[in-house]
């Protein structure tokens, strides 16, 4: 009979497959898989002869190297049996194999119960020292439920005496004497037969086995990410993260590193990459410098950095096993959707499910963070910047983001703040919560809280010193709503940060101090007055005879973590103080012109700030005002004479694209008065430049140009009588306040520049 040559690494049969032929190995070795191991079989051995009695094969068999086979075609007992009693020699050939293969499979089935009990011990172990680490810390356990529903060990166990059995066969057929037994073709089948039932048997307590230990494996790393590994490894970041003894913890999950090598894991359950991106995370708590991030490092380094963001992110927020897991669920989704801004309902639905979990888990990572001396780069990427994930974000944008991250400004700089500088502004007591969409402050919410009976007295005094609960209404109340505004295209918004929605360069349209003080500075230096705030200097206000004066107040501004195309005051004063700054909020990356942006803004708070001041009378023109007398003038355009039919037209056209909105109205004119008008360059219609003249005068520097100009010399003349007027006064009151202390004839002088419209323009 001619052989059949098997090259090295190629399958001769794989389980499941027919049996149909016996393999008598002439040259060579092969490997017999079985479940959770294997054992060599070489020359004159068979290959299946452990199978007669199966119409398949339960075993899988690899050449380990160039092997020649010889063929023997079985298609049932019969066929057997007739071999057998035509060569009777060759049965003694298939009895030693079985023999061998029996004894061979006997000691796997001893090793795999010896693995079994003690991967059952090591997982009890481990959920103890796991819920021992979390009661004694005050930490709530992450472990599932089902994680103890697993019996001690399993019932069924191989034949012992059966292994002296075949032992014993194997050396009376080895023997001499074993030519008599081989004379009797049916005993030769007969012994096939019940070995190969024996073996069956055997195979099914080793396959029952590895799926005992299967389950307690997927206990360690389970396809969803909700196990052990995943419990143990948070508990060990958040113990280095605060200083406490994590040793016994570490050498658990030292323990658990090795599984993946020791035992087969199915695939989808990623540990080798789960165990890979533990160890890059590990050496980064080893060595803050790194982990705290440089933007000296090259692209790849920091791309390496960065290839688990999502989950150094939620490791640190250690959200509920079931909202971590569906956060991760629905990112995966969103990173899979080709087109991210799609309005159709399965998408925006998606979007909608992530801007809320999102919240939530910025919420988590803030308060986790307050804890936290050195926060990873990954984690300050995402309260900065809404970053979760350098697929969704590209990796040249992760790149940037991540040096942009590395060196950010100090918070206030020009009054601008990041929005996680904002948060800690005000869980620092160096700031108050702003207004909720429905214009009531931190202690409005507390005096309807009171109103309505909801708190006790005591606990209404602990909310009003509360510095995380002001934190945690910033969050519920300007958040949300802010970001959205930001973004600017309401309807298709996400907040986390992707690189579909990036319109510019990141780096020119990051919004820095130095940018914001720049156009500040050039809106200044034509509208000197727009941040300045009729009060009283109380300090000299004795010696001043109580005499007003204008101080400024700078805007805050808050960059919210998106990248956006929409500015917004979002309220002209701090609380009920009108002496304290405006917040202005612009996303961190604004896609348009940032001057025109500060401008707009700029003319939101000149109508506001004016409402405010003016009360209930804000559109009377009998207490004449900026916006009595623009609501005036936009309310009876159309009767007041001085307007040309054509311009009348032209702000009929405006109005309705305006929506009918008076302030818009102003805003858009507030903005051709800085660009345009103040250049020299008529834009605006006489009634429009007259009150704008008179309630957003240029500085005195202006004069000279405007002058050259007809239209504006009536309104020079008539604004330098007024100047000259408010000047005579205070001349009066400097010459009485003669010899005086030097900081009331500072206030003093201050007040004159301000009334000549003098006052010295320096970069914010």
């Known amino acids: 009979m001619a052989g059949i040559t098997i090259e090295k690494s190629k399958i001769i049969r794989s389980s499941e497959q027919p049996m149909t032929t016996l393999y008598l190995i002439s040259q060579g ?73 029996y004894n061979a499979m006997m000691e796997q089935a001893s090793v795999s119960e010896v693995n079994s009990v003690e991967l059952y011990q090591r ?101 969803t990410g909700n196990d052990l590994f995943d419990a143990m490894t948070k508990l060990y970041y958040r113990l280095c993260q605060t200083g406490a003894d994590s040793g016994e913890l570490s050498e658990s999950i030292g323990q658990m590193l090795r599984l993946p090598d020791e035992y087969p894991i199915p695939q989808e359950a990623q540990a080798a990459s789960r165990v890979e991106a533990f160890r890059r995370k590990t050496d980064a708590l080893a060595n803050p410098d790194v ?59 998606l979007r909608r499910k992530l801007t809320d979990e999102f919240y939530l888990l910025y919420s988590e990572v803030f308060e986790r963070s307050l804890s936290v001396p050195d926060l990873p780069v990954p984690v300050r990427m995402f309260l900065y910047f809404g970053y979760v994930d350098s697929a969704l974000a590209g990796e040249d944008n992760s790149v940037i983001l991540y040096r942009l991250a590395c060196y950010m400004n100090p918070p206030g700089q020009a009054g601008v703040y990041t929005f996680y500088d904002w948060l800690m502004a005000i869980y620092n007591g160096e700031k108050n919560p702003s207004r909720s969409e429905l214009d009531e402050d931190y202690d409005d919410f507390i005096h309807q809280q009171k109103r309505k009976g909801n708190l006790t007295p005591a606990e209404i005094t ?112 701090e609380g009920r103080k009108r002496n304290s700054p405006s917040r202005m909020i612009l996303p961190v990356f604004y896609m348009e012109n940032l001057d025109t942006a500060i401008v707009r803004m700029t003319g939101e708070f000149r109508w506001e700030m004016c409402k405010r001041i003016q009360s209930g009378r804000w ?48 805003v858009r004119d507030y903005i051709t008065w800085i660009f345009y008008e103040s250049n020299g360059s008529a834009r605006l219609n006489k009634v429009a430049r007259r009150i704008l003249f008179l309630y957003c005068p ?11 100009n007809p239209m504006y010399s009536e309104l020079l003349n008539r604004q330098k009588i007024l100047s000259g007027q408010r000047l005579h006064k205070l001349g009066i009151l400097k010459q009485k306040l003669r010899g005086s202390t030097e900081d009331v004839l500072d206030c003093v002088e201050r007040e004159i520049a301000f009334a000549s419209r003098t006052l010295p323009v320096s970069p914010i």
């Open 29 to 101: 070795h092969v490997e017999v898989q079985c479940p959770g191991g294997s054992y060599q079989i070489g020359v004159g051995d068979v290959a299946g002869i452990c199978e007669i009695c199966s119409e398949i094969h339960f075993l899988g068999y690899t050449a380990l190297e160039d092997t020649i086979l010889m063929p023997y075609p079985l298609t049932g007992m019969d066929a057997l049996d007739n071999l057998l009693q035509k060569r009777p020699s060759i049965a003694r050939l298939f009895l030693l194999s079985l023999f061998r293969q």
């Open 698 to 708: 240029f500085p005195a520097s202006s004069d000279e140009t405007l002058e050259q």
């Open 462 to 573: 602990a909310l009003e010193n509360n510095r995380l609960e002001k934190v945690r209404y910033e969050l519920q109340n300007l958040f949300p709503s802010a970001n959205k505004v930001t973004f600017g295209r309401i309807t298709t918004f996400c907040p986390l940060f992707t690189a579909d929605n990036m319109l510019k360069d990141l780096r020119s349209s990051f919004v820095t101090p130095d940018k914001v003080s720049s156009a500040l500075t050039m809106l200044k230096g034509i509208d000197f007055s727009a941040f300045y705030r009729e009060t009283t200097d109380y300090a000299q206000a004795q010696a001043m005879n109580r005499e007003p004066v204008h101080v400024e107040y700078l805007p805050d501004i808050i960059l919210m973590p998106n990248a956006g195309i929409r500015e917004s005051l979002w309220q002209e004063i």
């Open 123 to 223: 997982l009890q172990a481990d959920i103890a020292l796991y819920e021992q680490l979390c009661a004694q810390h005050q930490i709530q356990s992450r472990l599932p439920a089902d994680m103890e529903e697993i019996q001690s060990r399993l019932d069924e166990s191989p034949d012992e005496w059966l292994n002296k059995y075949y032992s014993s066969l194997q050396r009376v057929y080895g023997g001499a004497d074993s030519d008599i037994l081989l004379l009797e073709p049916g005993l030769s089948l007969g012994m096939l037969r019940k070995g190969s039932l024996d073996l069956h048997k055997t195979y099914r307590v080793l396959d029952a086995q590895y799926q005992y230990r299967s389950q307690i494996l997927n206990r360690y790393f389970a396809p």
């Open 291 to 349: 982990s705290q991030g440089t933007r000296d490092g090259s692209d790849e380094e920091i791309l390496q950095q960065l290839a688990d963001s999502l989950e150094t992110i939620l490791d640190f927020a250690g959200l509920s096993q079931d909202k971590e897991a569906s956060f991760r669920e629905h990112v995966a989704l969103y990173r899979a959707t080709a087109d991210k801004n799609s309005s159709n309902d399965d998408c925006a639905r």
């Open 619 to 666: 559109n009377d023109v009998s207490e004449p005002s900026l916006t009595s007398e623009y609501f005036d003038y936009m309310q009876f355009y159309k009767k007041n004479t001085e307007l040309s039919k054509d311009t009348k037209e032209k702000l009929q056209n405006s109005l309705i694209r305006a929506k009918n909105s008076f302030r818009e109205m102003f």
